[in-house]
């Protein structure tokens, strides 16, 4: 049986990700400090082959045993939380990525990083290709998570070229579903959770900035894809199905038959203007797109809400 460890397992994405892979026959190990994460995304694992290891994994990484796979996840991922906590978000995509890296070459398994479409900042082309280096403040509020993702793909690709370990780097778009948190901070987990209470969904800015949503199960699928290819260079994964804040916030009231009514609040900072992911790479190399249409998986997301907040 194939052995895989995941990172910040008890995470939105991570969670999802042991569940691909347990459906698939692997034995996963689980690795969380839970800073951000939640056991209770991981309890419906029980019984299952899975074995959850607490640990931070920006101090030294020991997993006895065999491992074929290293998906390293593990990472503030919200703003909310990544302003909150902006030294460990450093330290996880350096130190943590270092770590991982080294257990990947001292067990021969392949690495895939989970990198994200911050690495293009407030992007000047749109939409966006694998081959645009970006436009990031580094010293900007947002820099912490932009730069600790941009750094750790470079480690990666540095064990890659000099270590010749197996690597692959995932440059994940906007992912919404299941098991996101309610104060989550991002727009979907904001939007739903204030529409159900009939609160005034807060927008930043007049709400033009663009954003393109995929959900979890299709972007699972996608990774798995991409750590069973053959390509180190990175890879978008993403819905190229782009649409406006405001749209999706008018879109959600409606779904939700709320008497919410939409409120402005100011633009933070560096804020991308636009989000939108060119997968022609995916396409190519994977074979991969997206299949869920946004009313199916928003309306996957709602239930999960409504339960959440005893609704």
Same mark, same amino acid.
């Given at each position: ?10 995470? #939105? ?10 459906? !698939? ?11 951000? *994460?939640?056991? /209770? ?8 082959? #899975?074995?959850?290891?607490? +640990? ?6 020991? $997993? ?7 998906? +390293?996840?593990?990472?503030? /991922?919200?703003? %909310? ?16 990525? +270092? ?24 992007? $000047?082309? +749109? ?20 730069? /600790?993702?941009? #750094? ?15 690597? !692959?780097?995932?440059? %994940?778009?906007?992912?919404? *579903? ?16 204030? /529409? ?19 959900y979890v199960s299709d972007l699972v699928d996608g990774i798995y894809r991409l750590m069973m290819s053959d390509t180190p260079d990175p890879v978008n994964i993403g819905n190229p199905s782009e649409l406006t804040i405001r749209q999706l916030a008018e879109? %959600? ?8 009514r939409i409120v402005s609040r100011p633009l933070p900072v560096d804020d991308p203007r636009v989000r939108q992911p060119d997968i022609t790479r995916a396409r190519t190399l994977l074979g991969w797109e997206p299949k869920v249409q946004l009313a199916e ?15």
């Amino acid at each position: 049986m194939p052995r895989a460890l995941v990172t910040g397992a008890a995470g #939105f994405l991570g969670s999802h990700l042991s569940d691909y892979l347990l459906d !698939r026959g692997y034995s996963v190990v689980g690795m969380d400090n839970l800073l951000t *994460g939640d056991l /209770a995304n991981i309890q419906h694992l029980t019984g299952r082959d #899975f074995v959850f290891v607490k +640990h931070d994994v920006t101090n030294y990484i020991n $997993l006895p045993g065999p491992v074929d796979l290293i998906f +390293h996840f593990a990472s503030p /991922a919200s703003p %909310i939380d990544y302003l909150r906590v902006p030294i460990q978000t450093l330290k996880v995509g350096s130190l943590g990525t +270092h770590n991982a890296l080294g257990l990947a070459k001292a067990k021969n398994a392949r690495f895939l990083i989970a990198s994200t479409s911050e690495v293009y900042g407030d992007p $000047l082309v +749109h939409p966006q290709r694998e081959d645009y280096w970006g436009n990031v403040n580094p010293v900007g509020p947002r820099g912490v998570y932009d730069e /600790a993702k941009r #750094f750790s793909e470079a480690m990666t690709m540095a064990y890659h070229r000099f270590h010749g370990v197996q690597t !692959r780097i995932v440059r %994940i778009f906007n992912t919404y *579903g299941t098991r996101m948190r309610i104060e989550d901070g991002r727009a979907i987990p904001a939007f739903l959770s204030q /529409a159900l209470r009939n609160e005034d969904v807060t927008v930043f800015g007049d709400g033009s900035q663009t954003r393109s949503l995929c959900y979890v199960s299709d972007l699972v699928d996608g990774i798995y894809r991409l750590m069973m290819s053959d390509t180190p260079d990175p890879v978008n994964i993403g819905n190229p199905s782009e649409l406006t804040i405001r749209q999706l916030a008018e879109h %959600i009231i409606a779904l939700t038959g709320s008497k919410s009514r939409i409120v402005s609040r100011p633009l933070p900072v560096d804020d991308p203007r636009v989000r939108q992911p060119d997968i022609t790479r995916a396409r190519t190399l994977l074979g991969w797109e997206p299949k869920v249409q946004l009313a199916e998986g928003l309306a996957r997301t709602l239930d999960y809400f409504r339960a959440k907040l005893g609704l």
